[in-house]
């Protein structure tokens, strides 16, 4: 169990609980080409060598460097190797081959004189420079060898990491199985967008919001819609999330009278790790198991669950996925702003971030930091963090930030 202040537990122990509550999810075998973004489940190594052979890294002829030694030097051509097609034949003393970027080096010869440095009469070609042996020759397996364990597991794989696959000839990759992650948002206030909208009705923003979020960071996620503020509409919806690997909840998370996560959850089977959380925003976060399945309460209002979503729910889905990234990456940067001493919540201020002409990066802090607010939310880049009980503390000083992501 946690240590918990005041009922509330310290930012890094409820990671930590997070973290050790989700699981490495099994792998499955993709097409190399569907595999960016995916979290590569066991090391790759290579099914052959590149280049297979010696080849040219240059247009122009292919000749013996002992040939070339003294220029001008005339020497007579008797093939030509293309990329795909190389020349069979052998080069001897007095001989060259036409050849071209990619194509192999004929046997005999050791270097290459480029087209630039030569001039063309028929089968007699001038070498106006030397080229010493290996000049503009890429030896075979100079980029990789067949063996060679270039990708490791745990990598998040990119264009160029799926392209270096492919050349390793590697056409199937094993990677980690996508996390499912259901989204309940709760609340009688809420509609999807584009639905008839009561007077006193908002959108669901949370549930869009969420789902982008699942989807950016590598999970599947599963909208299970919006549960009625009654216990009947939460057990209805909490019916389907079988066979998904976490479920998230937002708002109902708190302590008001329509509140009914924490309560209906549990009559269902909930056992929770923790639910209150020392920071500002979020401090109505619930993290728990339900029938096995992991748990996380997303508070309500938009700012605290995109906060909390980016602080345990991103290393959630990264742990399940088996990335090596499990925690999120903090900098610094120049405060842009004096703010005030903070009290016992670890503060998560949302700020712009901006480059000044010296280079630096300035966080500069929303003049009001309310937790409802979406459109400075939206606008943020940045959350700059604020540990319990900080000192007050004047703008050009350093702060530690995390950014936030598109
Ligand atoms: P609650 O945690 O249910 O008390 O909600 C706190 C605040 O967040 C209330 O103002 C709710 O209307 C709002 N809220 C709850 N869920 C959502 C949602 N899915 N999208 C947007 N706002 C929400
Ligand atoms: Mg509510």
New binding site residues.
């Given amino acids: 169990m946690p240590e918990i202040t005041e009922g509330m537990i310290a930012v890094d122990d409820a990671l930590k609980n997070v973290l050790a509550g989700v699981s490495q999810l099994g792998s499955e075998d993709i097409s190399v080409g569907e595999a960016q973004g995916r979290i590569l489940a066991a090391d790759v190594a290579s099914h052959l060598t590149q280049p297979p052979v010696d080849v040219s890294a240059m247009d122009g002829y292919a000749v013996r460097a002992a040939d070339v030694a003294k220029v001008p030097a005339t020497l007579t051509q008797i093939g030509e190797s293309a990329a795909g097609s190389g020349f069979d034949g052998k080069i001897e003393a007095g001989q060259t081959s036409r050849i071209f970027t990619g194509a192999p080096v004929p046997e005999g010869a050791d270097t290459i004189v480029i087209q630039e440095d030569t001039d063309v009469d028929g089968d007699q070609i001038t070498m106006k420079e030397a080229s010493p042996a290996g000049k503009f020759i890429r030896p075979a397996g100079l980029d990789f060898k067949t063996g060679d364990v270039l990708l490791k597991a745990g990598i998040k794989l990119n264009s160029r990491n799926t392209a270096l696959a492919a050349a390793m000839n590697v056409p199937w990759l094993k990677v980690t199985r996508q996390p499912r992650v259901a989204i309940l948002?709760?609340?009688d206030?809420?509609v999807m967008p584009g639905e008839p909208l009561g007077p006193d009705q908002?959108?669901?923003?949370?549930?869009i919001g969420l789902a982008a979020f699942v989807q950016a960071n590598g999970g599947v996620p599963i909208n299970l819609g919006i549960a009625k503020d009654d216990p009947d509409s939460l057990r209805e919806i909490l019916a389907t999330i079988t066979g998904t690997d976490m479920l998230v909840t937002?708002?109902?998370?708190?302590v008001?009278d329509y509140?009914l996560v924490k309560t209906v959850l549990g009559e269902e089977g909930l056992d929770i790790t923790f639910s209150r959380v020392a920071m500002r925003p979020g401090k109505?976060l619930i993290f728990g198991k339900i029938n096995g399945i992991p748990m996380l309460g997303l508070?309500?209002?938009?700012v605290s669950a995109g906060v909390t979503a980016a602080l345990f729910l991103r290393p959630a889905i990264s742990k399940m996925l088996g990335a090596e990234d499990t925690t999120h990456v903090t900098e610094t940067a120049v405060l842009g702003l004096d703010l005030a001493e903070n009290d016992k919540r670890q503060d998560y201020i949302r700020a712009t971030l901006t480059i000044g002409g010296d280079g630096a990066l300035t966080a500069t802090p929303f003049d009001r930091q309310d937790s409802?607010m979406l459109a400075r939310f939206a606008e943020a880049d940045c959350l700059v963090i604020r540990a319990p009980f900080a000192e007050p503390i004047k703008a050009g000083e350093r702060v530690e930030i995390i950014r936030l992501d598109g």
Avoid at 202 to 207: A, F, G, T, V
Avoid at 299 to 302: I, Q, S, T, V, Y
């Fill in positions: 948002s709760t609340g206030e809420l908002i959108i669901s923003s949370n549930s937002i708002g109902g998370a708190s008001g509140d109505p508070p309500g209002n938009p409802s």
